[in-house]
């Protein structure tokens, strides 16, 4: 990530919006594909970020109970 860029402009490797320059005939995907793509890697990065806190709460139990 740059640090000097601005906040709009962090998206960028892998998060980097993917744009394709196809004319709307070429494109095989409809405006339903692409919100059901939208969608399906939003609910990964939920599903990630659920675990992670899960995680997470289940360290400070056990770091809770341990014996000192």
Request: zero cysteines; hydrophobic letters at 30%.
């Amino acid at each position: 990530m740059d640090p000097y860029a601005k906040p709009k402009e962090r998206r960028i490797g892998a998060q980097r919006p993917k744009i394709t320059h196809l004319p709307e005939a070429a494109e095989t995907r409809t405006r339903r594909d692409r919100e059901a793509e939208k969608q399906a890697v939003a609910a990964e990065r939920r599903a990630i970020k659920k675990s992670a806190r899960q995680h997470l709460k289940g360290q400070l139990h056990a770091e809770m109970k341990e014996p000192d």
